[in-house]
């Protein structure tokens, strides 16, 4: 269609116009944003005690703390581990056009020259990853921060990332309304025409447009599992939105929590009455000349003296026929505390259940109800889970970065894909920490698992708990290199006993450390040489031990 008018945004600025899946979009975002962003959610509080008063929603916002925070916080810096996968690589062609200059190439630009992060891979990982966990519906628009360049220069393209709350209206292919957050700027994206409005004093006027060079949409949305799908639109919902019913669950009975803390841990005292204030005379007001009686400052208008835990308690006689005086005169209020117990045991089991709902609960604190027990982690759920997160974030990162080299390079060349790079899916994650690795290595060992299994979870520990080059090698060649690695003593000694055993095995085995260690000092690249190369070496060793003379026995032995 052509350049809309002024009156296009009418209905959109009255909120009469949105696209049909608007409202379930929102509402899947800020599900996920309360989470995230640690906001008070109120209708979720709201919703539980639906009878309370405002002073008390009041205090209850007050006193507020996002205790899912931290647990989103730990599912986003875990998944960030992707970008460490040791098979993490953004690979460019070798070859370019002759007229593209070396210092204004796809590699230059998109790893080292890029706005505001500097590379595709940090605006990836720092600016829209967060989004792409929260907001599944959110879009990506992909336009020049240097519209006025001159001939001979290249665009600067940029990705601008607008949440399901900002993409008001949209046909994919056809045209897209989207508003620029928190300002009152509103972009209308067509194939062939690019428009942004302001509205000022409640007018609407157009502030910018130019012809789109590019011919079609550069606006990529972030995906996620789908919904809806649909012929020019679709909805969709964020890959661990699975933890948003328990996370929900954590926040209200948090609140009811703190509530439960404040009436039923902290100490009330009780005291009997004490001696009347004697400046008042227990009437707690004091009279005053033509004007009406104030209230007693000693005592505050209470008629008592007041209790100071620091001081003696003066409490008058009994009269007759008074009850006489409790020994002790203070107490305390004795309070149950079984019921905050029962809900801090049943948030934490909420907050177990929502990381499990996404195979992540290796994250959470093992509740009370389940400690001193290891815990189990499915891997195979486990790594898909994350599989499915990596091959979103090549894809993401492969739309945005056709769409910036379309912008830079379209009057230089008509095969932009022959600029792009090559993104592999990572498939090799380090997800697990080296608690659960140990819990895991205990089990291999108590259920006597195959030595072999065994060796390679102590080599994936050893890389996990060794950031050290030198120290990872030699754990991970001992591992390796040991004849009898992870194999029972008994087992080697029943071996030995039938003469099942090759003697520079034996040697090996009861020399490994020091084995290893010479050959990593005596070798060049040791530890990178070919496995049958490795073991050469050891063999090597061991025929040099068992040439040498037996050591002479000492005085000890000798009975002197």
């Not at 897209?176 to 972009?187: A, C, I, M, P, S």
């Not at 919904?227 to 919902?237: C, G, Q, S, T």
């Not at 001081?311 to 005086?325: C, N, T, Y």
Request: charged letters at 25%; one cysteine or more.
């Amino acid at each position: 269609m052509p350049a809309v008018s002024p009156s296009f945004l009418e209905p959109y600025l009255m909120q009469s116009l949105r696209h049909e899946d608007y409202d379930d979009a929102v509402e899947m975002y800020e599900e996920l944003e309360t989470h995230a962003d640690g906001e008070y959610p109120g209708e979720l509080i709201d919703q539980r005690r639906p009878a309370e008063s405002d002073e008390i929603k009041h205090y209850r916002k007050k006193i507020f703390v996002p205790i899912t925070k931290p647990v989103f916080t730990k599912v986003y810096n875990s998944l960030m581990k992707i970008r460490k996968s040791q098979d993490w690589m953004v690979q460019f062609p070798a070859e370019l056009p002759a007229v593209i200059a070396e210092d204004e190439s796809p590699e230059k630009y998109l790893m080292y020259k890029m706005p505001r992060n500097g590379s595709i891979t940090n605006w990836m990982f720092s600016v829209c990853f967060k989004q792409y966990l929260i907001d599944a519906n959110a879009a990506v628009l992909t336009l020049p921060t240097n519209w006025e360049k001159q001939d001979n220069q290249y665009y600067e393209p940029y990705p601008m990332i607008f949440n399901s709350e900002d993409v008001l209206d949209y046909k994919e292919g056809l045209y897209y309304v989207l508003k620029e957050h928190d300002e009152d700027k509103y972009w209308v994206i067509q194939p062939d025409i690019i428009q942004i409005f302001e509205v000022k004093d409640y007018a609407v006027r157009e502030v910018f447009q130019m012809p789109n060079a590019l011919g079609y949409i550069p606006v990529r949305h972030l995906y996620g599992m789908t919904i809806e799908n649909y012929k020019d639109r679709a909805l969709y919902e964020s890959r661990i939105s699975g933890i948003v019913p328990k996370m929900n669950e954590a926040l209200r009975e948090y609140s009811d929590l703190q509530a439960e803390i404040v009436q039923h841990i902290h100490s009330t005292m009780w005291s009997m009455q004490p001696q009347q204030c004697g400046r008042c005379k227990g009437l707690g007001e004091i009279p005053k000349e033509n004007s009406a009686p104030i209230k007693c400052p000693s005592c505050s208008g209470k008629g008592l003296l007041p209790l100071n835990p620091f001081e003696h308690l003066v409490l008058p006689a009994p009269r007759a026929g008074e009850p006489a005086i409790p020994t002790p005169p203070i107490g305390y209020v004795q309070k149950q505390t079984d019921i905050a117990k029962l809900q801090e045991e049943r948030i934490r089991q909420h907050i177990y259940d929502a990381l499990s709902a996404i195979n992540m609960e290796f994250l959470a604190e093992t509740p009370l109800s389940q400690s001193g027990v290891a815990k189990q982690v499915d891997r195979e759920e486990l790594y898909s889970f994350v599989h499915s997160i990596a091959e979103d974030i090549v894809r993401i990162m492969d739309e945005i970065i056709y769409d910036i080299c379309a912008w830079r390079y379209s009057g230089v060349t008509s095969d932009i894909r022959a600029l792009l790079p090559y993104i592999p899916v990572p498939e090799r994650f380090d997800m697990l920490s080296g608690k659960v690795l140990v819990d895991e290595l205990t089990s291999m060992v108590n259920a006597k698992v195959d030595p072999a299994i065994i060796n390679a979870a102590q080599i994936e520990l050893a890389g996990k708990k060794f950031n050290d080059s030198e120290v990872k090698d030699l754990v991970v060649l001992k591992l390796k290199l040991d004849p009898f690695a992870g194999v029972p003593e008994e087992n080697i000694s029943l071996q030995r006993m039938y003469n099942a055993i090759d003697q520079n095995d034996l040697i090996i085995h009861a020399n490994i450390n020091k084995f290893v260690t010479r050959a990593l000092e005596e070798v060049q690249d040791f530890a990178n040489l070919s496995y049958a190369d490795q073991m050469s070496v050891m063999l090597r060793y061991a025929q040099e031990r068992r040439a040498l003379p037996p050591p002479a026995p000492s005085p000890a032995d000798a009975g002197l």
